[in-house]
């Protein structure tokens, strides 16, 4: 079955679109756009200048017939612009309706040529345009070529305009080398360019493209990226101009509080004030991750919850009902599952964040209140009970509740290590051996690779006249390459994962000049080390480099080089920060549509996912096991501690803050602890004396035995410890260490008569000194004997004992056998 989780307050979309829209505004204010104008000497000339220029080359191409349609389209537009106020055509264009959108442009010229005794065609219409924006007569707007669809646009503005330029663009030399197919498309974005500014393609500048980039829509985008990386190559933009355009198109950075309090549509125009004042005020002292979480816990979960039930609050003074009834849903959250049948059912279940939730809530309102003392003018209004309490935020229940989900996930995956080592290297064998293969076999052939049968197509575009793409048996498309990347990138990630134990963003992270070198100064010895970027904190760290790491990191390398021998520097984006790092030689990075982007963690973790997947390893329910990266960091550390690494020396390797946070990632299994123990008594043996340790002789074991003999008084036990002697004087009843049952009862209470008697004659006869050492004796009797019946109501009372183990179980079941046998 599936299950989603329903938030409390589900914001609205922060559309990448719009965010990417106003990063594109402010790099257009540094690389401006060139100005289309209205006036150029191509578009001053007359109808007839015009029509002469189109009858000559290179404007006049192809069939006689094409070119007759064009012509008569060109006429009649001619014609129909002249109707139109403007000293040139562009002007005359501008002032037409023809001009606001490319969908249904062509209804106003048709209609007046109805009227005007002619009978055009539509498909006439469109080539007659195509023909006056190759001859420069008229450039249409970015927006309005950006949405046509015109098929011929390249090929005529490449031979109008520029063919030695689109010929060096088409053989440019690419990252991963994209197929022949992008490329036209990203050249036609660079014929759009052309028709809306004119000129050549030495012209263009970083502005145009980004200027198409902000009018182009679906998989038009991903052509205009190409489009600037075939551009880049030819070296015309300046050296700041963008590298890429996915650093300004994919995401947009970080946003104001202001932003993040919008997103929920806080209605009291007071309270969103106060909050995106309050998240201004903390914006200095927190990481851009925390203040998003603080907004979605404040405005979210807290303030969007309580407006959505009760209407028109305005107020951070909670009535109890309110306040209670907010924490009760907090607390829980509905998920929805589809059941076999297909119907959709929903359970609540506790919620994971309701403490972060609760902690942050109190947080604010202690914040007003403290604040409220400095400023009382502008946070005094605000200051109000929080309906959190101290006890609400206690966070030790949840810890452990952690610390023991994430020691089962490692002791569950620590033994199946091996196994997932093992089909990691196989798994990309296997994807080498199929794409050799397919780089081997003719097209239209059929081979066999690991018993199985795959048909190549016939023909293929992509650049190198190898295919990509097989049908199997089954009628099925799998695409070789791609499955041979996942399958190295995911060797290569359980492999440095769990050799290092590195975080997922230091992975990212690893770059070329991450492997440095050491000599050790007393044997001259160059050791590899492996130095590790900060991630979560600020505290850099070197890690040895072993043989088999050092395996897996010349693989990646050799992978990623470049034709110059150099690994590539590519551009990494901070998915906290939501800021573009500086370009650096990254490991993890590869070609995608002619330009290196790194990794992105959704796709090592889809590597991750497929390599389970082929393995078939299940958990103990029988569902298949799934790792996350996190895990080797855990399994790395256990696995470290168990054989011996000090806890200390792992801290540093983990780059732990405290060694604290290094023992919670170690999950040391009960039988490992009783091993240790009894080796650290077996060490410390090895350190004390040996006569410490000598075998006991019949005299002393019979001295010992009979030690708990001569413990039996006439008012019960004495406890005093083996070898020590009676420092009371047998005084019993004065004795802290006597035992007393409920047996003793009538002897105590037979002193304790005897007690009084004997006080009242000291006390008549003035004997004080018997007098105050009877009264400790009487003292004595009374605590004895209020501890026999302290136990006796113990006993009597009802007592929870509790429901007993699995392990309590079977170990009373293997009792019970050996009685019946």
């Known amino acids: 079955m599936t299950t989603t989780t329903v938030p409390l307050v589900t914001p609205p979309a922060l559309t990448a679109k719009s965010l990417a829209g106003s990063e594109i505004d402010a790099q257009l204010q540094r690389f401006p756009p060139r100005s289309p104008g209205t006036d150029w000497p191509t578009t001053r000339i007359s109808r007839e200048e015009v029509l002469h220029r189109l009858e000559r080359p290179p404007f006049k191409n192809g069939k006689d017939s094409t070119h007759q349609m064009r012509m008569v389209g060109a006429r009649l537009l001619l014609r129909w612009l002249e109707t139109f106020e403007g000293k040139t055509w562009q002007q005359r264009w501008n002032a037409s309706p023809g001009s606001a959108t490319s969908v249904g442009w062509t209804e106003a010229p048709l209609a007046w040529g109805i009227v005007h005794g002619r009978r055009p065609q539509k498909a006439g219409l469109g080539s007659g345009l195509l023909a006056?924006?190759?001859?420069?007569?008229?450039?249409?707007?970015?927006?309005?070529?950006?949405?046509?669809?015109?098929?011929?646009?390249?090929?005529?503005?490449?031979?109008?305009?520029?063919?030695?330029?689109?010929?060096?663009?088409?053989?440019?030399?690419?990252?991963?080398?994209?197929?022949?197919r992008r490329t036209s498309k990203a050249l036609k974005a660079v014929a759009r360019i052309l028709a809306a500014k004119g000129g050549g393609i030495d012209d263009i500048v970083v502005g145009d493209v980004l200027e198409l980039l902000l009018a182009a829509t679906g998989t038009s985008t991903s052509h205009t990226r190409l489009a600037y990386a075939l551009l880049q190559s030819r070296g015309q933009f300046p050296p700041d101009a963008p590298k890429t355009l996915r650093s300004i198109e994919i995401r947009a950075g970080q946003v104001s509080p202001a932003q993040l309090v919008d997103r929920f549509d806080v209605?009291?125009?007071?309270?969103?004030?106060?909050?995106?004042?309050?998240?201004?005020?903390?914006?200095?002292?927190?990481?851009?991750?925390?203040?998003?979480?603080?907004?979605?816990n404040l405005v979210g979960y807290f303030w969007a919850d309580l407006q959505r039930h009760h209407p028109g609050i305005e107020s951070l003074h909670l009535a109890?009902?309110?306040?209670?009834?907010?924490?009760?849903?907090?607390?829980?959250?509905?998920?929805?599952?589809?059941?076999?049948?297909?119907?959709?059912?929903?359970?609540?279940?506790?919620?994971?964040?309701?403490?972060?939730?609760?902690?942050?809530?109190?947080?604010?309102?202690?914040?007003?209140?403290?604040?409220?003392?400095?400023?009382?003018?502008?946070?005094?209004?605000?200051?109000?009970?929080?309906?959190?309490?101290?006890?609400?935020?206690?966070?030790?229940?949840?810890?452990?509740?952690?610390?023991?989900?994430?020691?089962?996930?490692?002791?569950?995956?620590?033994?199946?290590?091996?196994?997932?080592?093992?089909?990691?290297?196989?798994?990309?064998?296997?994807?080498?051996?199929?794409?050799?293969?397919?780089?081997?076999?003719?097209?239209?052939?059929?081979i066999t690779v690991l018993g199985e049968s795959f048909t190549l197509p016939r023909s293929t575009e992509r650049a190198g006249g190898k295919p990509s793409t097989v049908v199997d048996a089954t009628g099925a498309r799998r695409d070789f390459r791609t499955e041979e990347k996942l399958a190295f990138y995911g060797w290569a990630t359980v492999e440095i994962l769990r050799h290092t134990g590195m975080r997922i963003e230091e992975l990212r992270e690893l770059g070329h000049h991450s492997i440095i070198s050491y000599k050790l100064p007393t044997t001259g010895e160059v050791i590899p080390l492996l130095q590790i970027a900060p991630s979560k904190t600020d505290q850099e760290r070197l890690l040895l480099v072993s043989p088999e790491l050092a395996d897996v990191l010349s693989a990646v390398i050799s992978r990623v080089r470049?034709?110059?021998?150099?690994?590539?520097?590519?551009?990494?984006?901070?998915?906290?920060?939501?800021?573009?790092?500086?370009?650096?030689?990254?490991?993890?990075?590869?070609?995608?549509?002619?330009?290196?982007?790194?990794?992105?963690?959704?796709?090592?973790?889809?590597?991750?996912?497929?390599?389970?997947?082929?393995?078939?390893?299940?958990?103990?329910?029988?569902?298949?096991?799934?790792?996350?990266?996190?895990?080797?960091?855990?399994?790395?550390?256990?696995?470290?501690?168990?054989?011996?690494?000090?806890?200390?020396i792992a801290q540093v390797i983990a780059g732990h803050g405290h060694i604290g946070t290094t023992m919670g990632y170690a999950a040391i299994y009960p039988e490992d602890a009783i091993e240790a123990h009894r080796a650290f008594i077996a060490r410390r043996r090895g350190l004390r004396p040996a006569g410490e340790y000598r075998a006991v002789t019949d005299e002393e074991w019979q001295e010992f035995l009979g030690h708990f003999e001569r413990r039996k008084l006439a008012l019960g036990q004495c406890g005093r410890a083996y070898g020590s002697s009676c420092v009371h004087e047998h005084a019993c009843v004065r004795c802290p260490v006597l035992i007393v049952g409920p047996d003793e009862r009538p002897r105590l209470e037979e002193i304790r008569e005897n007690l009084h008697a004997r006080i009242a004659e000291a006390e008549r006869e003035g004997w004080l000194g018997d007098v105050e050492q009877l009264t400790v004796s009487l003292t004595a009797t009374h605590d004895k004997i209020s501890q026999i019946d302290a136990t006796e109501r113990r006993k009597s009372s009802p007592v929870f004992v509790g429901m007993p183990t699995i392990s309590e179980l079977v170990v009373r079941e293997a009792e019970n056998r050996d009685k019946a046998d």
């Not at 249409?140 to 060096?168: Q, Y």
């Not at 958990?619 to 000090?646: C, E, K, M, V």
Request: charged share 25%.
């Open 562 to 648: 470049g034709h110059d021998g150099r690994v590539p520097s590519v551009p990494s984006y901070d998915l906290h920060e939501k800021v573009w790092n500086p370009p650096m030689p990254l490991l993890y990075q590869w070609p995608v549509g002619g330009e290196n982007r790194t990794i992105s963690i959704t796709t090592i973790r889809q590597s991750l996912n497929t390599l389970l997947a082929d393995t078939g390893i299940t958990d103990a329910h029988g569902q298949p096991l799934t790792f996350q990266p996190h895990d080797f960091r855990r399994i790395f550390i256990t696995d470290a501690i168990l054989n011996g690494l000090p806890p200390h």
């Open 320 to 446: 109890p009902e309110v306040r209670d009834a907010w924490k009760a849903r907090i607390a829980v959250k509905t998920v929805k599952y589809r059941m076999p049948n297909g119907t959709v059912a929903t359970t609540t279940e506790p919620r994971i964040a309701a403490l972060s939730i609760r902690t942050a809530v109190r947080g604010f309102y202690l914040d007003i209140a403290e604040w409220a003392l400095d400023e009382p003018e502008r946070w005094g209004p605000w200051a109000a009970p929080a309906p959190v309490a101290e006890a609400d935020c206690s966070a030790k229940k949840v810890e452990q509740e952690v610390r023991t989900r994430s020691d089962a996930r490692t002791r569950e995956r620590l033994p199946v290590l091996p196994a997932l080592v093992q089909a990691a290297a196989r798994r990309l064998n296997e994807a080498k051996e199929r794409l050799e293969a397919l780089e081997a076999a003719d097209l239209g052939s059929t």
């Open 267 to 296: 209605k009291c125009e007071p309270i969103r004030d106060l909050l995106v004042g309050y998240l201004t005020e903390r914006q200095p002292s927190v990481d851009y991750v925390t203040l998003v979480q603080l907004s979605r």
């Open 132 to 180: 006056l924006v190759c001859a420069d007569v008229i450039r249409p707007s970015m927006p309005w070529l950006a949405s046509s669809l015109s098929p011929h646009l390249r090929e005529a503005i490449e031979a109008a305009r520029d063919p030695r330029g689109f010929a060096e663009l088409r053989d440019a030399r690419m990252p991963g080398q994209p197929d022949p």
